[in-house]
Nanobody
Framework: QVQLVESGGGSVQPGGSLRLSCVAS????????MGWYRQAQGKERELVAE???????KYADSIKGRFFIYRDNAKNTVSLQMNSLKPEDTAVYYC??????WGQGTRVTVAS
């Protein structure tokens, strides 16, 4: 059973930055795509960014050039650096392992 523990959410003003981290346990981490998703209130969960075990990255159009995904296979960690945050980035952000496992979510609020 894979467990994912996220951290790094919080409140920030527009234009600010946050870094989310997700640590996986119980996994052959390097073999799996890791992703960050988000779900805003009243909306469906959507892909933000994902990264393969070899480091190939994919980003949603809405965050390209502002968010960056990283992984450290030695530490079983995937991170999301979020810059130039906008109010519309407000959501609960979830880490996903492969196609199956989700973290508990961490809330990001962007407001003045």
């Amino acid at each position: 059973q894979v467990q994912l523990v996220e951290s790094g959410g919080g409140s920030v003003q527009p234009g600010g930055s946050l870094r989310l981290s997700c640590v996986a346990s119980g996994s052959t981490f390097r073999n799996y795509v890791m992703g960050w998703y988000r779900q805003a209130q009243g909306k469906e969960r959507e892909l933000v960014a994902e990264i393969t075990g070899l480091g190939l990255e994919k980003y949603a159009d809405s965050i390209k050039g502002r968010f960056f995904i990283y992984r450290d296979n030695a530490k079983n960690t995937v991170s999301l650096q979020m810059n130039s945050l906008k109010p519309e980035d407000t959501a609960v952000y979830y880490c996903k392992h492969g196609n199956t496992f989700w973290g508990q979510g961490t809330r990001v609020t962007v407001a003045s």
